[in-house]
């Protein structure tokens, strides 16, 4: 049985200061979520209805999906298929939190992840990589960009004239520019080159030959088994038989 | 099976994705409460963790226009040159807006 004393303690403070220290990324959230509700009121979504979404799912890539599937009968299967399959990535990212938040209590570690977003998971699963345990970006950061989602979204649905063409000016590329900064900071150890080079070409395998919006999970797999089989510890060789494997 | 999007079946389907969400979001935590932590799982899960934002961004770079590419190769490179990480995402849509408007 799992002992019932929960170690981590969340400091208001330092939650405060991750509100702040995101606020930056969040304006480029803000202009991300006119897109959405202008493309959600294009796609006739009312307004309340597209701000309402923003509010209570908070994914964008898949809000962005499901629009594809809107109209005046919307299929259910499908729907559910494509949310789920480019949502599955929190699977993933909320497991790698584990160690941090099986040190809270339960209410408070499903509170948390009612804000986890791609941003605020990439700031805390980078510093626990670097020995550093942060869940306090989670509840401040992921309140911020909750908050910028939602806020963006209202201004899309009411003014989303003003951002005919968010591409032009590379907000599309915000999250992507933003995840590969977490990802090259600090040192990389061999075993961490290594599962990059097999989640980026199991990534791009998934991506040509398996279905649409599989190919984060098995990327991030392929990587992650990489670690199970070579410990830091032990030597290099036994990595390379199960590249061949992923 | 469909929903009809009267505002009842708009706030359905609404609530429908925030269930399927809410499952990813609580799921894989859920899932490994029974999961012993082991050296080898930890190992497992730090490699993984940093193996999602490359299997995001290596498809995202490959499917993108020049513009996506110029935006992740200028980001990549202001980051290993000053490990700060707002200047490199500047720079890098900075990057990408100016190769859309120039090609």
């Given at each position: 049985m799992p002992n019932h004393s929960y170690p981590y303690q969340l400091q208001p403070r330092k939650v405060r200061a991750e509100f702040v220290r995101l606020f930056p990324i969040s304006l480029f959230v803000v202009a991300f979520g006119t897109a959405f509700g202008l493309a959600a009121i294009q796609s006739g979504l009312a307004p309340l209805e597209a701000i309402l979404m923003s509010t209570t799912v908070f994914a964008g890539a898949s809000q962005f999906a499901a629009l594809e599937l809107w109209g005046k009968e919307v299929p259910i299967l499908p729907l559910v298929a494509v949310v789920f399959a480019i949502n599955s990535r929190h699977l993933l990212m909320g497991a790698s939190l584990y160690p941090m938040l099986k040190d809270v209590s339960p209410g408070k570690r499903y509170s948390l992840l009612l804000l986890l977003t791609d941003a605020n998971w990439a700031v805390s699963a980078q510093e626990y990589q670097n020995g550093r345990r942060n869940l306090e970006v989670i509840l401040g950061g992921g309140l911020v960009l909750w908050l910028a989602w939602i806020f963006g979204t209202w201004l899309g649905v009411y003014f989303g004239g003003l951002l005919q063409n968010p591409k032009n000016l590379g907000l599309d590329m915000v999250l992507g520019c933003f995840l590969l900064s977490m990802a090259l900071g600090g040192k990389k150890s061999p075993r961490v080159l290594v599962s990059w080079a097999v989640a980026a070409v199991a990534s791009l395998a998934a991506w040509k030959?398996?279905?649409?919006?599989?190919h984060v999970v098995t990327g991030a797999l392929a990587g992650g088994l990489i670690g199970y089989f070579w410990?830091?510890?032990?030597?290099?060789?036994?990595?390379s038989q199960e590249a061949e494997q992923s | 099976m469909t929903i009809t999007a009267t505002e009842l079946g708009v706030v359905l389907l609404i609530a429908i994705m925030t269930v399927v969400t809410l499952l990813t979001r609580f799921g894989g935590v859920f899932a490994m409460s029974f999961v012993r932590i082991s050296p080898r799982i930890e190992s497992f899960i730090n490699t993984m963790a940093s193996s999602v934002l490359i299997a995001i961004i290596v498809p995202m770079a490959f499917s993108g226009d020049a513009g996506a590419i110029a935006a992740l190769s200028v980001t990549a490179v202001t980051m290993l040159l000053l490990q700060k990480p707002l200047p490199a995402i500047a720079a890098g849509i900075a990057s990408a807006a100016l190769v859309r408007y120039l090609f």
């Amino acid at each position: 049985m799992p002992n019932h004393s929960y170690p981590y303690q969340l400091q208001p403070r330092k939650v405060r200061a991750e509100f702040v220290r995101l606020f930056p990324i969040s304006l480029f959230v803000v202009a991300f979520g006119t897109a959405f509700g202008l493309a959600a009121i294009q796609s006739g979504l009312a307004p309340l209805e597209a701000i309402l979404m923003s509010t209570t799912v908070f994914a964008g890539a898949s809000q962005f999906a499901a629009l594809e599937l809107w109209g005046k009968e919307v299929p259910i299967l499908p729907l559910v298929a494509v949310v789920f399959a480019i949502n599955s990535r929190h699977l993933l990212m909320g497991a790698s939190l584990y160690p941090m938040l099986k040190d809270v209590s339960p209410g408070k570690r499903y509170s948390l992840l009612l804000l986890l977003t791609d941003a605020n998971w990439a700031v805390s699963a980078q510093e626990y990589q670097n020995g550093r345990r942060n869940l306090e970006v989670i509840l401040g950061g992921g309140l911020v960009l909750w908050l910028a989602w939602i806020f963006g979204t209202w201004l899309g649905v009411y003014f989303g004239g003003l951002l005919q063409n968010p591409k032009n000016l590379g907000l599309d590329m915000v999250l992507g520019c933003f995840l590969l900064s977490m990802a090259l900071g600090g040192k990389k150890s061999p075993r961490v080159l290594v599962s990059w080079a097999v989640a980026a070409v199991a990534s791009l395998a998934a991506w040509k030959w398996l279905p649409p919006n599989t190919h984060v999970v098995t990327g991030a797999l392929a990587g992650g088994l990489i670690g199970y089989f070579w410990l830091d510890k032990k030597p290099a060789g036994q990595a390379s038989q199960e590249a061949e494997q992923s | 099976m469909t929903i009809t999007a009267t505002e009842l079946g708009v706030v359905l389907l609404i609530a429908i994705m925030t269930v399927v969400t809410l499952l990813t979001r609580f799921g894989g935590v859920f899932a490994m409460s029974f999961v012993r932590i082991s050296p080898r799982i930890e190992s497992f899960i730090n490699t993984m963790a940093s193996s999602v934002l490359i299997a995001i961004i290596v498809p995202m770079a490959f499917s993108g226009d020049a513009g996506a590419i110029a935006a992740l190769s200028v980001t990549a490179v202001t980051m290993l040159l000053l490990q700060k990480p707002l200047p490199a995402i500047a720079a890098g849509i900075a990057s990408a807006a100016l190769v859309r408007y120039l090609f």
